[in-house]
């Protein structure tokens, strides 16, 4: 039995995503990915500007003056959102924890993609398999994976990306559109997502939250490490710490940024409190204009 203030949470993030992609990115998700091909659809008369090479010479032999071929877009892709459940996204300190920004991130792209046709699928991990949705289309479909993401008990506290695509691999037989939401809190996931490229067009978006560069000045506290449970008591008010806490964190986000790069692999980079919208139509018109 689900809660009612769960199923209440649920119904905002349906109303508030749907609108998003009704008002917002209408058309802009659909710009952004190509179709599996193109199919035959009808002939009509030549016009001036058209493609020679689009002449159906039969027909136009037949009536005695040019018809050319129309084709288009075989839309129906298969979207799979691979997000991360490990106990560090069950951190936020922007009125959100990192798995509610996930959840409304993934809500947003599902919506997205069954309103162009598209199936909708879901797995999720931590340090271990934890669910797989089948892909599928449909409003309830979207609704349930929405469900899953808030409510979903995970068993593993820790992050295995490679893992996630891993099986991946297993339980798709063709390419899809995939989008790994973390916060990459791993290593050694540079080599599986490569190989995951070579198949699959691999986006991954990563949600960060602002006090994991900055760190307030709030005196003596103790941090706890939410995947490992380590602590360590540290002292806010020294300004050295707390920049080179926050040259960390840039230093890693930067090396990421990198491996991304040298992959050939579009990134999208969220911050908890902030809009991810913004994000997501510049990574749509990026897409849009390489197609």
């Given at each position: 039995m689900i809660p009612k203030e769960l199923l209440k949470k649920i119904r905002r993030i349906e109303i508030r995503t749907s609108h998003m992609v009704n008002d917002v990115l209408a058309g802009q998700y659909h710009?952004?990915?190509?179709?599996?091909?193109?199919?035959?659809?009808?002939?009509?008369?030549?016009?001036?500007?058209?493609?020679?090479?689009?002449?159906?010479?039969?027909?136009?032999?037949?009536?005695?003056?040019?018809?050319?071929?129309?084709?288009?877009?075989?839309?129906?892709?298969?979207?799979?959102?691979?997000?991360?459940?490990?106990?560090?996204?069950?951190?936020?300190?922007?009125?959100?924890?990192?798995?509610?920004?996930?959840?409304?991130?993934?809500?947003?792209?599902?919506?997205?993609?069954?309103?162009n046709n598209d199936n909708i699928g879901l797995i999720t991990f931590t340090d271990q398999i934890e669910q797989f949705v089948p892909p599928k289309k449909g409003s309830r479909h979207v609704l349930r994976i929405i469900r899953d993401l808030l409510y979903f008990e995970p068993e593993g506290q820790h992050t295995d990306i490679s893992l996630a695509f891993q099986h991946l691999d297993r339980v798709t037989t063709r390419k899809c559109v995939v989008f790994v939401v973390s916060d990459f809190q791993d290593t050694n996931y540079e080599q599986p997502m490569r190989i995951a490229r070579r198949?699959?067009?691999?986006?991954?978006?990563?949600?960060?939250?602002?006090?994991?560069?900055?760190?307030?000045?709030?005196?003596?506290?103790?941090?706890?490490?939410?995947?490992?449970?380590?602590t360590v008591v540290v002292d806010t008010a020294n300004k050295r710490l707390r920049e080179q806490f926050t040259t960390a964190a840039i230093t890693t986000a930067d090396t990421r940024t990198e491996q991304f790069r040298r992959s050939n692999i579009d990134a999208i980079d969220v911050t908890a409190g902030q809009s991810f919208i913004d994000p997501l139509q510049k990574f749509f018109r990026k897409r849009k204009a390489k197609r």
């Open positions: 710009s952004a990915f190509k179709g599996r091909g193109m199919e035959f659809e009808e002939v009509r008369t030549y016009q001036p500007g058209d493609d020679v090479r689009t002449i159906e010479w039969n027909v136009s032999a037949r009536y005695g003056h040019p018809f050319v071929k129309i084709f288009k877009e075989e839309r129906e892709l298969t979207v799979m959102l691979l997000v991360d459940l490990s106990r560090s996204h069950s951190f936020g300190t922007a009125d959100q924890l990192k798995r509610e920004v996930a959840a409304e991130i993934c809500a947003t792209l599902a919506f997205s993609a069954i309103r198949r699959h067009d691999v986006i991954p978006i990563t949600i960060t939250d602002p006090r994991e560069v900055n760190l307030p000045n709030v005196g003596i506290i103790e941090l706890v490490d939410a995947e490992t449970g380590k």
